[in-house]
């Protein structure tokens, strides 16, 4: 009897420490009210032990009950569907970070993907947490050294804001690709978008008409097409469909702002792109329209293979005219 009631007491034991050796526990500073900073907290460590959880369980993620909102949910759950991933730390120090929006983020959260995949690793992310410690967004992050030097060239708290929405934005706009959300992409181009994708060829193709861009013709190897939007997202919902996985990892990212219309922005970023059937690696160009700060909007999206041009050639702010 006596050894039975050891064998339960022991798979008790068990069953409550297999949980605790997946736990992540986040501890913050910055924090002025100490009922916030418990909140956020709770709320993240409880966020990322579940992903934790589900990840070695080989699972599902269950997040009823985490103090997260729809678009979070929703982002997590697209994310994973694409690719699960853990938090391979077992506690994680960090700042809050307050915005000019009012709200916090906590950056540099450190996540591991599936191995299985070719060439996944590793990334960080970004939570967004309210005044009541709710998790309001989840994005993947930019590096977190150039991320911070950008706000250098700020000297307003204008344009610290406007700065903060454009890199917010390349986040969010990388994390859409990496879970495969072509909503958010349909949703973010212009009507108008002006689109131009450049390949690697063996011999020289004509080029499209009417592009009036020098840097195209300047290079004899790569031929380059222009799309409009229901073109790009035709082609973008198919390559979608057919790769298990998607992930495009960003670096080397440069903010230029208009000298004119100041509500312009372009943003010059080394792409690397990885999938289940096609890796590439390039220099993608956005320019974004910040006239509705609440939804920028994209102009111009330029994509040009590294191999076919050196960094100097990338496209940037000046070799497109906005009217």
Known sequence: MKSYIACILALALLVTVLPAKHRTEVFLSGVQSDTRQHAMQKAISSLLSEINRAYFAKGKLQLAGLNIGQNTEKTLLEMWDSKSFYCPEYQIFQILIGRSDGLFEVRGIPIFYNRKSQELFEDELVLTLNHEGLIVDLRVALEKEQYQRMFDQVNTLQDKQLYEIVLNFVE????????????????VFSDDALIIVGRIINTREALPDNLGLTKLSANKEVSYSRLNKTQYIRNLRSCFIKNSFVRIEFSDFRVQRHPIHDFVFGVQIHQKWRSSSYNDDGYLFLVIDLRDVSEPLVWVRTWQPEKSINPSEAFELGDFIIE
């Open 172 to 187: 969010d706009y990388r994390t859409a690709y990496n879970r495969k959300d072509i909503n958010f992409i349909d949703k």
